[in-house]
């Protein structure tokens, strides 16, 4: 089947304990992103990556790390995560065919950090 | 990235029409797209339009004007079960930056 899985589905963490979430998909897809959602801002880009090695910022890529050693694989690392890092984290896959759309997403991370 | 626009909150009858509005910017336009995201899971895609007019899939309808910077998703016959955030997206210009809008809550009722 293909699918976007991430780990773990929930974490709760404690202020400056760095942590990692994990991306995998199963699609052969070069384009991979990582969003997180919050009430009232909706969906924000944090980074994504066009291909193996080749990562670039979205709209808030404050506090986080990201790297793209494999294909099919896209951590989002929190160095040291804070309180205002608290929120539903998603990540996608996507063929390159059209840009950066019709992704497919994976179940979700909801990360609170006290 | 894109500057979109979309209504917070809409209410419509099942079996009814609704429409949804979106606005973005136009400089550096690279195709818009339409996400639905039930309540407490991911946003699944919907439609994908880069040409203006109207696209139709079954009961999802998706219409473009790039020249106004606008565009709609039609829901027909509406059903309980279309109750959910309906995302806007628009990549940026010469990027694989994904913008996306804030979401209009549908609230189908009886």
């Known amino acids: 089947e293909a699918q976007v899985t991430q780990n773990p589905r929930y974490l709760i963490t404690v202020t400056g304990k760095k942590l990692t979430v994990t991306c995998s998909q199963n699609?052969?897809?070069?384009?991979m992103s990582w969003y997180r959602q919050d009430p009232g801002l909706g969906l924000r880009q944090i980074y994504y990556?066009?291909?193996?090695?080749?990562?670039d910022k979205g709209d808030v890529p404050e506090g986080y790390k990201v790297s793209r050693k494999e294909k099919r694989n896209f951590p989002l690392i929190l160095e040291s995560p804070s309180p205002n890092q608290t929120s539903l984290y998603f990540c996608?896959?996507?063929?390159?065919?059209?840009?950066?759309?019709?992704?497919?997403f994976g179940p979700g991370t909801r990360l609170t950090v006290t | 990235g894109q500057n979109i626009d979309q209504p917070t909150e809409m209410t419509a009858t099942e079996g009814a029409i609704v429409q949804i509005n979106c606005t973005y910017q136009?400089?550096?336009?690279?195709?818009l797209f339409w996400y639905q995201q039930h309540a407490g899971e991911a946003p699944t895609f919907l439609s994908y339009n880069v040409l203006d007019g109207l696209e139709e899939k079954g009961r999802f309808s998706s219409f473009l004007s790039r020249s106004k910077g606008y565009s709609y998703l039609l829901l027909k016959e509406l059903q309980m079960k279309d109750s959910a955030s309906y995302l806007c997206?628009?990549?940026?210009?010469?990027?694989?930056?994904?913008?996306f809008g804030k979401g209009t809550k549908l609230s189908v009722i009886p």
């Open positions: 136009t400089s550096g336009f690279n195709g």
């Open positions: 997206a628009a990549p940026g210009a010469g990027s694989y930056q994904l913008t």
């Open positions: 996608a896959s996507s063929t390159r065919d059209r840009g950066s759309g019709e992704q497919y």
């Open positions: 990556s066009m291909n193996v090695e080749v990562t």
């Open positions: 699609m052969n897809h070069e384009y």
